[in-house]
C-alpha cells in the first residue's frame, strides 16, 4: 500500500507545470504560470499580471473556451493575481487553473488500492433508458467486464496503457471510470451512459481540461463527478463555476460529485461543494459522502454543503481484465464510487420524469440517516 500511495506523490512531482501549495489546511494544486479570467474580468485580471512586472511582450495569450482568457507568463504568480483582483473587484471570475485529481489520498477519488473481488451481476438494460448519464473521469479501458454495449465512448475517451510510467505496477486510476460506470448500471436499469476522458491513469486533470468537456455535452441529464480539489482561499474554482452555470442553468440537470477522501471536516472540495455555495444551481449540484452501512466512513470529507451520504467501503463493481484480477471485478473504497451509487438511485427514480425532481424525492425518501445526512443504501 504504501509504495502504492509513494506511485502518485511520484508522478505529481513529475509533471513540470504543477504547484502543490501545503502550507495550509488543505492541499491546493495548480498549474504555474497560467491565470483564467472570463471574458468580462479581462482587463482586472491584465491589471493584475502587470502588478507582478509583466509586460506584453511577456504574454502568451488565448482562448481556450469562448468567453474565456487564459493568460500565461514565466514567474506569473496566479493566486496572487487572483487576490489582488477580488481585493479591488469583489467577487469576479478570475484564477487559476486548479488540479483535480481522482486519486487516493489526495482528493476526490478512491480511497487505498482495488482487490480483486468475485463478479456482481449488472441490472438488465431497460427497453428505452432515457436518463442520459455522462461519467466524465479516466479513460475507459476496452478489456473489461463492463459490456462495451453499455456505455458510449469516443475514440479519444479509451485508456490504452495500464502502466504509463513503465514501471510494471498498474497505474492508481487504470479502470476508474469502468468501476463508476459498473456501480450506475448495477443499479439501474433506467441510464445510458457516456463516458468522456478527462484524467489521466493517474486521475490526474485540471479545471480547464474538465470545463472544455463541459461544454461539448448537450445530451445528458446527470453528470457524475468523481474527482475534485480544493482552492487557497475556499472560493469556487473560477472557470468551473463558469462552466457548470452553463450547464446547469435554467435546464433539468444535475451534477452529483464526490465530496473527497481526505478525512476534512468543514473545507469546501469543488465542484462537489457548489452544492453549498451562493450559486442560482445549487439545487443542482448533489456532493456525497461516503458510509460503511453503519456511519459515515472516518476518511470522507464532510460538511454543511454535503447533501447525501451513500456506500463508500468495498464497494465492489467492474474493473479491468489483467492478470492480477483474474475475474475483471475488484472492490473499491471512495466517494468516488459513493458518488455512482447517487446517480443510479435518481435515474431510476426518474424514468418516467426530469431528474432535479428525482434527486429530491431520493433524498427526502431515505429511512436513515448518518451523520445528519441522508443515507442511501
Not at 450547464?247 to 473527497?260: E, I, K, N, S, Y
Request: glycine residues 10%; proline residues 6%; negative net charge.
Amino acid at each position: 500500500m504504501e509504495r502504492w500511495r509513494a506511485r502518485r506523490a511520484e508522478h505529481l512531482a513529475a509533471l513540470p507545470w504543477l504547484v502543490t501549495d501545503a502550507a495550509g489546511p488543505r492541499t491546493v494544486r495548480y498549474v504555474g504560470d497560467e491565470l483564467l479570467a472570463v471574458d468580462e474580468h479581462y482587463d482586472d485580471a491584465r491589471s493584475a499580471v502587470s502588478a507582478q512586472g509583466k509586460s506584453a511582450a511577456d504574454l502568451i495569450e488565448d482562448e481556450p473556451l469562448p468567453g474565456v482568457r487564459r493568460i500565461r507568463a514565466r514567474g506569473l504568480d496566479p493566486l496572487r493575481a487572483a487576490r489582488r483582483v477580488r481585493e479591488r473587484a469583489g467577487d469576479v471570475q478570475v484564477g487559476p487553473n486548479h488540479v483535480l485529481l481522482g486519486t487516493p489520498h489526495w482528493q476526490g477519488g478512491p480511497f487505498g488500492r482495488p482487490v480483486v473481488s468475485a463478479a456482481a451481476t449488472l441490472a438488465v438494460p431497460g427497453a428505452q433508458a432515457p436518463v442520459r448519464v455522462a461519467v466524465m473521469d479516466t479513460g475507459v479501458w476496452s478489456d473489461s467486464p463492463l459490456p462495451v454495449s453499455r456505455y458510449t465512448v469516443g475514440a479519444s475517451d479509451y485508456e490504452t496503457n495500464t502502466d504509463a510510467d513503465g514501471d510494471s505496477v498498474i497505474d492508481s486510476d487504470v479502470g476508474h471510470a469502468n468501476f463508476i460506470a459498473g456501480v450506475v448500471l448495477q443499479g439501474t436499469s433506467q441510464a445510458r451512459v457516456r463516458i468522456v476522458k478527462v484524467l489521466d491513469s493517474f486521475g490526474v486533470g485540471t479545471e480547464l481540461d474538465l470545463a472544455q468537456k463541459v461544454a461539448t455535452l448537450d445530451d445528458t441529464d446527470i453528470l457524475n463527478l468523481s474527482l475534485g480539489g480544493y482552492t487557497a482561499d475556499d472560493q469556487p474554482p473560477v472557470l468551473l463555476r463558469w462552466a457548470l452555470n452553463r450547464f446547469l442553468l435554467g435546464r433539468d440537470r444535475l451534477v452529483v460529485a464526490a465530496a473527497g477522501n481526505d478525512g476534512q471536516a468543514g473545507p469546501p472540495f469543488w465542484p462537489a461543494a457548489f452544492a453549498g455555495a451562493g450559486v442560482a444551481w445549487k439545487d443542482q449540484v448533489i456532493a456525497v459522502a461516503a458510509h460503511d452501512g453503519t456511519a459515515v466512513c472516518q476518511w470522507s470529507n464532510t460538511g454543511a454543503w454535503v447533501s447525501v451520504a451513500a456506500p463508500g467501503a468495498d464497494v465492489v463493481s467492474t474493473y479491468i481484465n489483467h492478470p492480477e484480477f483474474t475475474t475483471g471485478w475488484a472492490a473499491w473504497s471512495g466517494t468516488s464510487f459513493a458518488t455512482p451509487h447517487v446517480v443510479a438511485a435518481i435515474a431510476e427514480a426518474a424514468h418516467t420524469g426530469g431528474v432535479v425532481a428525482a434527486a429530491k424525492q431520493v433524498l427526502s425518501g431515505t429511512a436513515v440517516s448518518f451523520a445528519g445526512y441522508p443515507a442511501i443504501s
